[in-house]
């Protein structure tokens, strides 16, 4: 029986199983800076974040799209006849036209920068036919068409046919400096939790502390009742603060679980549930922050929303351009140069003799023949021009845009005025804080001089035991005050470094575009 129960040891031992008096549970010690990077790493909202950056630079190449050429190419084949409905077409054999075709056309064009808009195309038609008035029972006809259109009034110049393009480009900035908006929320999240994280454990110390305080006094109050220097109210007086603060102790651990989920949750969730998250730093005392106007100067200089919304007003100036663009007459300038050939076997009935320019073109190649030449070239040049009758639909975006960009504009100004209340709260809230501390601090020295006053009296019979058990108590209030109140001041600062983007230059941080 007793190899059994050892070999069942081992075995759970080396599976990693819990034995019941043999604890595995795993303690972490963090920095503060050491949270702070392992939620910029593994937070999921900014995680989410950061992919809006590489999603709104594929907006750029969207709008770069529109200037891609296109190639297009197509090869119908077709056959057809007819019965001939013509004097002229009576020749053909059995009362019929009959007409093969095979046409592969190709085209090649786009829009430039400055809207214009190319396009090169080249159409090779192949005849076979029986019509008497063919000139070749096999024809080539290659033609060749280059075509170009340049806008004069609507969509003229390089800055309206790349405004998609631009506001893609101040998107893109946009999210960025959403990035750096949401690192300072992860941030300023994080030390404030970090801080409750250290509050709750300094907690649990003073209830242990002071549960020890009461325990201690029952022990002497036990011993004082023994020599009849105490009553048996006064241990029971004690004994039941003792339970009290033995409550106060659980619910203090209870707490110190709570933060240490919330930090393991908001700084790394791959961190194991068992593990307990102890805070290895302490609040800061920096003293009372100074130069409240140079504070506001480096908020407004530096805060990620200023220049987030300045790219939403410069968007809409974009989006302006382009609705006045749309307002204008459109006034094109056309111009088509082209050049077609000729060429084929078998000459038709009807021809007693071909042009001096088409002997010897019988393949595809020789109908090439004059290509280039004032001979197969044709071309065109002209004025198009559209008038739009009231418009209204181009009128009304106009001024949509620009009472939205006078909005935005507002928004501007609120979100500095926000800028600056931040940082006036922040500032005020850490000289209060500040003072507050040095006030907290003279209640823990106080509270417990008065204890120890309470204690000697005790000893001499000057005191009762409920005189000191309501020292112990302010004494452990006054802790916990001071305890919370460095707490709050610390609190008050990481929002002042947060109001004025400080928090990047404290960790070092830099957001890479």
Same mark, same amino acid.
Request: net charge negative; hydrophobic share 40%; no cysteine.
């Given at each position: 029986?007793?190899r059994?129960?050892t070999?069942v040891?081992l075995f759970?031992?080396v599976?990693?199983?819990?034995?019941?008096?043999?604890?595995?549970?795993t303690e972490?010690?963090?920095?503060?800076?050491?949270?702070?990077?392992?939620?910029?790493?593994?937070n999921?909202?900014?995680?989410?974040?950061r992919?809006?950056?590489p999603i709104?630079?594929?907006?750029?190449?969207?709008?770069?799209?529109a200037?891609?050429?296109?190639f297009?190419?197509?090869?119908?084949?077709?056959?057809?006849?007819r019965?001939?409905n013509?004097?002229?077409?009576?020749l053909?054999?059995?009362?019929?036209i009959l007409?093969?075709?095979f046409t592969?056309a190709?085209?090649?064009?786009?829009?430039?920068?400055?809207g214009?808009?190319y396009?090169?195309?080249?159409?090779?038609?192949?005849l076979?036919?029986?019509?008497?008035?063919?000139?070749?029972d096999?024809?080539?006809?290659?033609?060749?068409?280059f075509?170009l259109?340049?806008p004069?009034?609507?969509?003229?110049?390089i800055a309206?046919?790349l405004?998609?393009?631009?506001q893609?480009e101040?998107?893109?900035?946009?999210?960025?400096?959403?990035?750096?908006a949401?690192?300072?929320?992860v941030i300023?999240?994080?030390e404030?939790?970090y801080?409750?994280?250290?509050?709750?454990?300094?907690?649990?110390?003073?209830?242990?502390d002071?549960l020890?305080?009461?325990?201690?006094?029952?022990?002497?109050l036990?011993?004082?009742k =023994?020599s009849?220097l105490?009553?048996?109210?006064?241990v029971?007086q004690?004994?039941?603060q &003792?339970e009290?603060?033995r409550?106060?102790?659980?619910?203090a651990r209870?707490?110190?679980?709570?933060?240490q989920?919330?930090i393991?949750?908001?700084? =790394?969730?791959?961190?194991?549930?068992?593990?307990?998250?102890?805070?290895f730093?302490?609040p800061?005392?920096?003293g009372?922050?100074?130069?409240?106007?140079?504070?506001?100067a480096?908020?407004?200089?530096?805060?990620?929303?200023?220049?987030?919304q300045?790219l939403?007003?410069e968007?809409?100036?974009q989006?302006?351009l382009?609705?006045?663009?749309?307002?204008?007459?459109?006034?094109?300038?056309?111009?088509? &140069?082209?050049?077609?050939?000729?060429?084929?076997k078998?000459?038709g009935p009807?021809i007693?003799?071909l042009?001096?320019r088409?002997?010897?073109?019988?393949t595809?190649a020789?109908?090439?023949g004059?290509?280039?030449?004032?001979?197969?070239?044709?071309?065109?040049?002209?004025i198009?021009l559209?008038?739009?009758?009231?418009n209204r639909t181009?009128?009304?975006?106009?001024?949509?845009?620009?009472?939205?960009r006078r909005?935005?504009g507002?928004?501007?100004?609120?979100?500095?005025?926000?800028?600056t209340l =931040? &940082?006036?709260?922040?500032f005020?809230?850490t000289?209060?804080?500040?003072?507050?501390l040095?006030?907290?601090?003279?209640?823990?020295a106080l509270?417990?001089?008065?204890?120890?006053?309470r204690e000697?009296?005790l000893?001499?019979g000057?005191?009762?035991v409920?005189?000191?058990?309501?020292?112990?108590?302010?004494?452990?209030?006054?802790q916990?005050?001071?305890?919370?109140t460095?707490v709050?001041?610390?609190?008050?600062?990481?929002?002042?470094?947060a109001?004025?983007?400080?928090s990047?230059?404290?960790?070092?941080l830099?957001?890479q575009p």
């Open positions: 029986m007793l059994r129960i070999a040891i759970l031992a599976a990693g199983v819990a034995v019941p008096g043999h604890s595995q549970e972490i010690r963090l920095s503060l800076e050491e949270a702070v990077r392992r939620a910029l790493e593994h999921l909202d900014l995680q989410i974040e992919l809006n950056p709104a630079h594929q907006g750029i190449d969207e709008g770069l799209g200037f891609d050429p296109l297009s190419t197509s090869t119908p084949l077709g056959r057809g006849e019965p001939v013509s004097a002229l077409e009576q053909a054999e059995n009362g019929l007409q093969k075709t592969p190709n085209s090649f064009g786009g829009k430039l920068f400055t214009t808009q396009s090169l195309s080249l159409n090779s038609q192949l076979i036919t029986n019509n008497p008035q063919r000139l070749f096999r024809s080539y006809q290659p033609v060749l068409t075509s259109t340049q004069l009034l609507r969509d003229f110049g309206v046919n405004v998609k393009v631009r893609a101040n998107t893109e900035k946009k999210a960025l400096f959403g990035v750096k949401k690192m300072l929320s300023l999240n994080v404030a939790t801080w409750s994280l250290f509050y709750a454990e300094q907690h649990v110390k003073v209830a242990e002071n020890k305080l009461a325990e201690d006094l029952v022990e002497r036990t011993r004082s =023994d009849g105490a009553t048996a109210l006064d029971l004690a004994k039941s &003792v009290a603060r409550g106060d102790l659980a619910r209870a707490d110190l679980l709570k933060a989920s919330q393991r949750v908001l700084v =790394d969730p791959t961190i194991d549930v068992t593990m307990r998250i102890q805070a730093d302490g800061r005392d920096t009372v922050p100074s130069n409240l106007r140079e504070k506001i480096q908020a407004l200089a530096q805060r990620p929303e200023i220049p987030q300045e939403v007003i968007n809409l100036a989006q302006e382009l609705a006045q663009n749309n307002t204008l007459w459109r006034l094109d300038l056309l111009g088509t &140069v082209g050049f077609a050939g000729l060429g084929g078998g000459v009807t007693r003799m042009p001096s088409l002997e010897g073109r019988d595809f020789e109908a090439f004059d290509y280039f030449t004032h001979k197969s070239m044709n071309w065109s040049v002209g198009q559209q008038i739009p009758i009231w181009a009128l009304a975006q106009l001024e949509e845009t620009r009472l939205q909005q935005q507002l928004q501007l100004s609120l979100i500095k005025n926000q800028i =931040d &940082v006036e709260t922040a005020q809230d000289t209060a804080g500040f003072a507050q040095l006030a907290a601090r003279e209640a823990v509270a417990q001089e008065q204890l120890s006053a000697r009296d000893a001499a000057l005191a009762t409920r005189q000191v058990l309501e020292a112990q108590n302010k004494l452990l209030n006054a916990d005050g001071e305890i919370q460095l709050d001041y610390a609190g008050a600062r990481s929002r002042l470094d109001a004025q983007a400080q990047f230059d404290t960790y070092r830099v957001v």
